[in-house]
């Protein structure tokens, strides 16, 4: 288990990276010396969802974590995306996956910063595309909050709705098995549960292993 800072340790032997294969992406996985292998494959359904609905759109991933998604929305055509991380270590793996495959750099960037406070600038730019992921919970001393998922559901999907354009869609993941969605949520927007098909078979067997929502702009 992943407690504090230990999330956001470095590396330790750059050679030992591999390349798997998901869809179209080549994307880079590391097995010995980290807590993660760089991909969450319960997740392999929503990324695919992502693709086929990038298409000339703008896509934006929240705690972006190695970029996967991002890899996925880019080849799926997205116009252009933006990835944000609070770990170097994470966003240079994602700069890696953009690279190994051929992705224009100046058109899917990438910004370092804390989700929660980077969601409470005004920003201008609206996304068609939008996937919110964040941890269950983190402690980390670089955020200057604590993050509680259940707690602060509510908090993050409104400030990324405001980000939202119209039309757009704004898919919210978590890995909490106890997660209870705030109604208050399904008075302000249409929002569909898509857990049970967001899915793959492979996990099935553990069906409350993620819970993920379709959200859109009444």
Excluded at 59 to 72: D, I, P, Q
Excluded at 132 to 151: A, C, G, R, V, Y
Aim: glycine share 6%; with cysteine; net charge positive.
């Amino acid at each position: 288990r992943q407690r504090g800072d230990s999330q956001y340790e470095k590396l330790a032997d750059e050679s030992r990276f591999h390349v798997v294969t998901e869809g179209p992406c080549k994307l880079r996985v590391h097995f010995s010396d980290y807590v993660d292998t760089g991909l969450f494959l319960d997740h392999r359904p929503i990324r695919q969802l992502i693709a086929s609905r990038a298409q000339g759109k703008s896509f934006l991933n929240l705690f972006a974590y190695t970029g996967a998604a991002t890899v996925h929305a880019a080849l799926g055509g997205a116009s252009a995306s933006l990835s944000v991380d609070l770990s170097n270590t994470y966003l240079g793996w994602a700069k890696r996956n953009l690279q190994l495959n051929n992705l224009d750099e100046s058109r899917h960037r990438m910004l370092r910063a804390d989700c929660l406070q980077w969601l409470d600038k005004n920003h201008q730019q609206r996304y068609d595309l939008i996937f919110l992921d964040p941890p269950t919970f983190s402690n980390s001393k670089k955020m200057e909050s604590l993050l509680d998922i259940q707690k602060h559901h509510v908090q993050l999907i409104d400030r990324s709705m405001l980000l939202l354009a119209e039309g757009g869609t704004l898919y919210f993941s978590t890995n909490l098995r106890t997660f209870q969605l705030n109604e208050q949520l399904t008075s302000r927007y249409r929002l569909t549960d898509i857990s049970a098909k967001s899915i793959p078979v492979d996990f099935q067997r553990r069906g409350n292993i993620h819970y993920c929502f379709e959200i859109q702009h009444r």
